[in-house]
């Protein structure tokens, strides 16, 4: 599967974007999809997640209450909300894919990835 993310930008700390990750070339609603971050000189880390059928979601403590994941298969597309953004924020977001039914917090367990789209959120 194909995935395409986008909707970053510059934002100041407070204020609010929302990314999409289009996919391509499969069955969309047979992957669950998760977003991570990676800033300058850190590792990618786990933001959210949210099962096949949108039932499921996960976030990573730093971003819950702040950011929501949604997903609408008739449009093969997976949303991050991301509200009351910090500058600790800043970084470049990453959409993912994976069929298995591993940890959705692992990096290593996601079969496709989009290319990163740069969120930098000013104090």
């Known amino acids: 599967v194909q995935l395409q993310a986008f909707g970053g930008g510059l934002v100041q700390a407070g204020g609010s974007l929302r990314l999409s990750c289009a996919a391509s070339?499969?069955?969309?609603?047979?992957?669950?999809m998760g977003w991570f971050r990676q800033a300058p000189g850190k590792e990618r880390e786990f933001v959210a997640a949210?099962?096949?059928?949108?039932?499921?979601?996960t976030y990573a403590d730093s971003v819950k209450g702040r950011f929501t994941i949604s997903r609408d298969n008739a449009k093969n597309t997976v949303y991050l909300q991301m509200n009351s953004l910090k500058p600790e924020d800043t970084a470049a977001y990453y959409c993912?894919?994976?069929?298995?039914?591993?940890?959705?917090?692992?990096?290593?367990?996601?079969?496709?990835w989009g290319q990163g789209t740069q969120v930098t959120v000013s104090s």
């Open positions: 949210i099962s096949r059928n949108g039932v499921s979601t």
């Open positions: 993912a894919a994976k069929r298995n039914p591993l940890s959705d917090s692992y990096r290593q367990n996601y079969d496709y």
């Open positions: 070339g499969r069955t969309f609603s047979n992957y669950d």
